[in-house]
Nanobody, 124 residues
Framework: QVQLVESGGGLVQAGGSLRLSCLASGRTFSNYAMGWFRQAPGKEREFVAAIGWPGRTTRYADSVKGRCTISRDNAKNTVYLQMNSLKPEDTAIYYC?????????????????WGQGTQVTVSS
């Protein structure tokens, strides 16, 4: 079984920054891609960013490209999402996800395991 616990969400003004963290436990962090997704009120969950194993490849949604950076610390079983130049439309619950595949591309369509989510609210 896989457990994913997100942290780092909060309230920030437009133009500000946040760094989200996701701690993985319950199975080896090795060999698997990790990703971030978000769900805004009234909308479906959407892909934000993914990073492959061991961390050389990344993918981003067009909506966050250039503003967000995904990274992972394999020694700490943790994946991060640094978000800069935040906009009100970035307001959503952000979820960490993973699946048993080393490729970042595998997460573009979704994940097999999810965290509980962390709220990000960007005020205008």
């Amino acid at each position: 079984q896989v457990q994913l616990v997100e942290s780092g969400g909060g309230l920030v003004q437009a133009g500000g920054s946040l760094r989200l963290s996701c701690l993985a436990s319950g199975r080896t962090f090795s060999n698997y891609a990790m990703g971030w997704f978000r769900q805004a009120p009234g909308k479906e969950r959407e892909f934000v960013a993914a990073i492959g194993w061991p961390g050389r490849t990344t993918r981003y949604a067009d909506s966050v490209k250039g503003r967000c950076t995904i990274s992972r610390d394999n020694a700490k079983n943790t994946v991060y999402l640094q978000m800069n130049s935040l906009k009100p439309e970035d307001t959503a619950i952000y979820y960490c996800g993973t699946r048993m595949d080393s490729s970042s591309a595998s997460l573009v369509q979704g994940a097999d395991y999810w965290g509980q989510g962390t709220q990000v609210t960007v005020s205008s």
